[in-house]
């Protein structure tokens, strides 16, 4: 009976023991040294920002210009939608007679807007010469003319977007900017048949 005694009392000190010593590591392991569970590991993780909606793709009617034909427009770009990324023309003025065809020579001035910067890099107006677009459709000017200036008339004044496809593309072409939306005003002061061997 004594000797039960003993053992009762030895194991239970060995389980008080015990019960001390995993206490003790709990609380260590609890003590927040987790990557998982600390609040500055938490805090240096990536942090979700709003979303930025995409906008809509201008047309012709949300870029203003104003002045009449003959007089150095001023362009106003939107800031609520994107560029366009395809070829858009509007007739501010509509001009008479019968409409640029290809072959043709369009007589011009015009103006050069760059879409993202809001920069006129080139305008004949200022330089007073018109520029000769001859045999339209093939003449040696970007894509964008040749295509845009079909069917205005002389008389006319017109707005073409032209998307960097039709432009001036990757490379760009200095001061224009790889892959830029060009916004052109284009006053036909004549439009006729090209006479003698078209350009290039």
Known sequence: MRNLAKIVVVTAAVLSVAAC??????????SGSSPSSSPAAAATGPVAGPT??????????DVKVAGAFGVKPTITLPTTCSAPSKLLT????????AGAKTGDTVTANYLLETWSDK????????????????NLGQAPVIQGWNDGLIGEKKGARRLIIIPPALGYG???????????????????VDVGPTTGSPQG
Do not use: H, M, W, Y
Not at 21 to 30: E, I, P, R, V, W
Not at 52 to 61: Q, S
Not at 90 to 97: I, N, Q, R, W
Not at 119 to 134: A, C, K, L
């Open 119 to 134: 920069n006129i890099v080139d305008n004949s107006f200022d330089r007073g010469q018109t520029f000769p677009v001859q």
């Open 90 to 97: 509007k007739d501010l003025v509509p001009g008479t007679g």
């Open 21 to 30: 010593g995993s206490t003790s590591q709990d609380a260590t392991s609890g």
């Open 52 to 61: 930025k909606a995409k906008l809509p793709e201008c047309t012709a009617d």
């Open 170 to 188: 990757p490379q760009g072409k200095d001061p224009v900017k790889p892959n830029e939306t060009l916004v052109f005003v284009v006053d036909a």
